[in-house]
């Protein structure tokens, strides 16, 4: 991992250490976790101790096509890259976690007010204002941005070196490239915090496999003795717990 990745990280840790532990919850990174929903078949019956949240078989995504899918895993890879300090974002299942949303209202916009006109000039707290949902700007920002980078360097994004595939997203983040059907720096505004979200959430959502983010910060899960130790300025010293009641 090269130095570039550390700061990073490091910004990614300091920030939400500085976050009291029963704020986390509340925090814009629970933007569409609240909305997601188990896979098929998941139940709340906690697991044996020490059993990882890794599922045996490799997660096959049920939104993403299978060139989406590469997309996705090279992005989040690189906005939450693994190194000296734990595992990224690919580790966690951050893919997993936002294929899965995807078959959420959020995904659908089934909670927004869509009716329009849209004014994209408008003020945040007047509301979404486009025709897009989730689902459409992952669709259409994908395809715009694999269609940018084999124009420019004739392959596909998960084929890129990964400083090329920064360049790519700060060029995204900073809405450079002009795509005909989604606005590119709203595009990566949904990757990046859906990304955020899919590395803190409860692993039962499909993402903090092993609880690898709340490890990261200290969050203690769901556990429900951890308010004694709030004011105390110190380490919380036992393992996360996710809601099934498995362990960190």
Same mark, same amino acid.
């Given at each position: 991992?090269?130095?570039?990745?550390?700061?990073?990280?490091?910004?990614?840790?300091?920030?939400?250490?500085?976050?009291?532990v029963?704020?986390?919850?509340?925090?814009?990174?629970?933007?569409?976790?609240?909305?997601?929903?188990?896979?098929?078949?998941?139940? =709340?019956?906690?697991?044996?101790?020490?059993?990882t949240?890794?599922?045996?078989?490799?997660?096959?995504?049920?939104?993403?096509?299978a060139?989406?899918?590469?997309?996705l895993?090279?992005?989040?890879?690189?906005?939450?890259?693994?190194?000296?300090?734990?595992?990224?974002?690919?580790?966690?299942?951050?893919?997993?976690y936002?294929?899965?949303?995807?078959?959420?209202?959020?995904?659908?916009?089934?909670?927004?007010?869509?009716?329009?006109?849209?004014?994209?000039?408008?003020?945040?707290?007047m509301?979404?204002?486009?025709?897009?949902?989730?689902?459409?700007i992952?669709?259409?920002?994908?395809? =715009?941005?694999?269609?940018?980078?084999?124009?420019?360097?004739?392959?596909?994004?998960a084929g890129?070196?990964?400083?090329?595939?920064?360049?790519?997203?700060?060029?995204?983040? =900073?809405?450079?490239?002009?795509?005909?059907?989604?606005?590119?720096?709203?595009?990566?505004?949904?990757?990046?915090?859906?990304?955020k979200?899919?590395?803190f959430?409860?692993?039962?959502?499909?993402?903090n496999?092993?609880?690898?983010?709340?490890?990261?910060?200290?969050?203690?899960?769901?556990?429900?003795?951890?308010?004694?130790?709030?004011?105390?300025?110190?380490?919380?010293?036992f393992?996360?717990?996710?809601?099934?009641?498995?362990? =960190?």
């Amino acid at each position: 991992m090269s130095e570039q990745d550390n700061p990073r990280r490091e910004f990614l840790r300091k920030t939400l250490t500085l976050i009291p532990v029963v704020t986390v919850a509340s925090t814009g990174l629970g933007g569409s976790v609240l909305m997601a929903t188990p896979a098929e078949g998941a139940t =709340a019956t906690p697991e044996p101790v020490g059993r990882t949240s890794s599922p045996a078989t490799p997660y096959e995504p049920t939104y993403f096509t299978a060139q989406e899918w590469a997309f996705l895993n090279a992005a989040v890879a690189r906005l939450i890259p693994a190194d000296e300090q734990g595992p990224g974002a690919l580790e966690a299942g951050v893919p997993e976690y936002i294929d899965r949303q995807m078959h959420t209202p959020y995904a659908s916009g089934a909670l927004w007010f869509m009716q329009g006109p849209f004014n994209t000039d408008a003020p945040a707290e007047m509301g979404w204002q486009s025709k897009l949902v989730p689902k459409q700007i992952y669709r259409l920002g994908i395809a =715009a941005t694999e269609a940018l980078c084999k124009s420019t360097y004739n392959s596909t994004f998960a084929g890129l070196d990964s400083a090329t595939r920064d360049e790519v997203l700060k060029q995204l983040e =900073a809405g450079t490239p002009h795509f005909e059907n989604v606005p590119a720096k709203m595009f990566f505004s949904f990757l990046l915090q859906n990304t955020k979200e899919g590395f803190f959430c409860d692993p039962i959502h499909g993402g903090n496999k092993g609880m690898v983010g709340w490890t990261m910060i200290g969050f203690p899960g769901a556990r429900a003795d951890f308010m004694d130790w709030v004011e105390r300025n110190e380490q919380y010293p036992f393992p996360a717990v996710s809601i099934r009641g498995e362990r =960190a």
